[in-house]
């Protein structure tokens, strides 16, 4: 066990709809991720959020956004949902905002997403 | 922009052999480089990590050597275990806080 918590686990909607997916980093860690992991693209680093402001962004779409809250947990949201957008969805936390020795990540179980 | 490189898979061996998964990368600065590993069904767990040249980051029976000069951070195990089926992922940390991962290469490990 992580320490890292996502919800929910899995969430079927239809195209069109917005989806929120939720993440609790480990106790302590100041520092949230988000990734999308599918068959065909891998695991792309979506954006992250440091002390409940952006750090850095990777490949996240418009239709995408998160925030991180006073409480350290962030969300993850979804609209305008189309078929590719269909993968498992993780969070990771860690300690420190940068590189280094302190920016190893712990990764939640996921939330797998399917889009019909 | 920063890339890393792995060895394609799948990988498949015999329990005991000798592993080799190979990842080089490209990153301004002096990034952390880390293996992750995802058993089926599973988030990504740290295997290792090395901060700096020339650090060797073991755990777990794996190790890899941070080779600033070749840009490459080898994973290496003397002697596979079934229990070592899975994904594994090389990645970077820089300093500008973007981290980068990877495409993954399976390991299946026959008794």
């Known amino acids: 066990d992580s320490g890292v918590t996502q919800t929910p686990k899995h969430l079927i909607t239809a195209t069109g709809q917005r989806v929120t997916l939720r993440c609790s980093p480990r106790s302590g860690d100041l520092s949230v991720y988000w990734y999308q992991q599918s068959l065909d693209q891998g695991l792309q680093f979506l954006i992250q959020?440091?002390?409940?402001?952006?750090?850095a962004k990777g490949n996240i779409l418009e239709r995408f956004s998160a925030q991180q809250f006073p409480d350290l947990h962030s969300e993850l949201n979804l609209s305008s949902l189309e078929l590719g957008d269909s993968a498992l969805y993780f969070c990771?936390?860690?300690?420190?905002?940068?590189?280094?020795?302190?920016?190893?990540?712990?990764f939640g179980p996921g939330t797998r997403l399917t889009v019909l | 922009g920063d890339s890393v490189t792995q060895m394609e898979g799948p990988v498949t061996l015999s329990e005991e052999a000798f592993l080799t998964i190979n990842c080089t990368y490209t990153?301004?600065?002096?990034?952390?480089l880390f293996w992750y590993v995802q058993y089926p069904g599973e988030g990504l767990q740290l295997l290792l990590k090395?901060?700096?040249?020339?650090d060797k980051g073991s755990n777990k029976g794996f190790e890899a050597t941070y080779r600033k000069e070749t840009t490459s951070f080898h994973l290496e195990k003397g002697s596979v275990q079934v229990s070592d089926s899975a994904v594994y992922f090389c990645?970077?940390?820089?300093?500008?806080?973007?981290?980068?991962f990877g495409d993954g290469t399976t390991l299946t490990v026959k008794p």
């Open positions: 090395a901060t700096k040249a020339d």
């Open positions: 959020y440091y002390n409940g402001e952006e750090r």
């Open positions: 990771a936390s860690s300690v420190a905002p940068t590189g280094g020795q302190y920016n190893e990540q712990f």
């Open positions: 990645a970077l940390s820089t300093n500008a806080g973007k981290s980068t």
């Open positions: 990153a301004t600065g002096y990034p952390s």
